[in-house]
């Protein structure tokens, strides 16, 4: 089955500069690339995902990369804030048209602080 | 627009006993999956279910069973609780019959003495 590796477990950065967090997977039929972030004593939300076709995505100062043959994904969030203090969980999944997120593997999680 | 709704939130049980857990989707949603999340751990997948069928199963075992109704509610049952069953059960519906976003309930968390 899938598997999936999310380094670091915990990053500390000041406010206003860039944090980037890494995930590998291991199955190359992955193709549905989600992070969620997770505040604390709050639910999972998704902030951004990437779909295998793409190899980049923006939203404001949130970005995902994707490198298919390396089977790699990461998170850039620019211009970081206090409110970007959180758990950030990257996941993957395989999907089809008549398949549903049956099986979303996540990453182990990242615990963001940023430094006023 | 309800949200996901999971009860109940909070829940102490003794080592041996049973629980049931209820996840009420998003109106709409025909897709409800279940998470165990630990510390360290993130979230690890239980099971899925899609129009009452599961679809699929994480490994767990099998003291860990769910089910989903005709109205998409879904719930999840743990027989002869252990200590390590502790932890914050998360449910999550979606609409999309493929990969797409999944919207979390608050969760309900277990604590096994």
């Known amino acids: 089955g899938e598997n999936v590796e999310q380094h670091p477990s915990t990053l500390s950065v000041q406010e206003g500069d860039s944090a980037v967090i890494k995930c590998t997977y291991s199955d190359s039929a992955s193709n549905y690339f989600p992070w969620y972030k997770q505040e604390l004593g709050k639910r999972p939300q998704l902030i951004i995902d990437i779909r295998s076709n793409v190899g980049e995505k923006k939203d404001q100062r949130i970005a995902v990369t994707l490198n298919k043959t390396a089977k790699h994904f990461s998170l850039h969030i620019t211009e970081t804030q206090p409110e970007d203090s959180a758990v950030y969980f990257c996941a993957a999944s395989s999907a089809g048209a008549n398949f549903g997120n049956e099986k979303l593997t996540f990453g182990t999680g990242t615990r963001l602080t940023i430094i006023p | 627009k309800a949200g996901v709704t999971q009860t109940p939130r909070y829940l102490i049980k003794t080592r041996g006993q049973q629980v049931t857990l209820s996840c009420s989707p998003i109106s709409g949603h025909r897709s409800v999956s279940w998470y165990q999340q630990t510390p360290g751990q993130g979230l690890q997948f239980l099971f899925e279910?899609?129009?009452?069928?599961?679809?699929n199963k994480g490994n767990f075992p099998g003291r860990f069973s769910g089910r989903q109704f005709s109205n998409s509610r879904s719930e999840m049952n743990v027989s002869t609780l252990e200590l390590g069953d502790s932890a914050l059960y998360l449910c999550?519906?979606?609409?999309?019959?493929?990969?797409?976003?999944?919207?979390f309930g608050e969760g309900s968390r277990l604590t096994v003495l």
């Open positions: 999550a519906s979606s609409l999309k019959t493929d990969a797409g976003e999944l919207f």
């Open positions: 279910y899609f129009s009452e069928t599961q679809r």
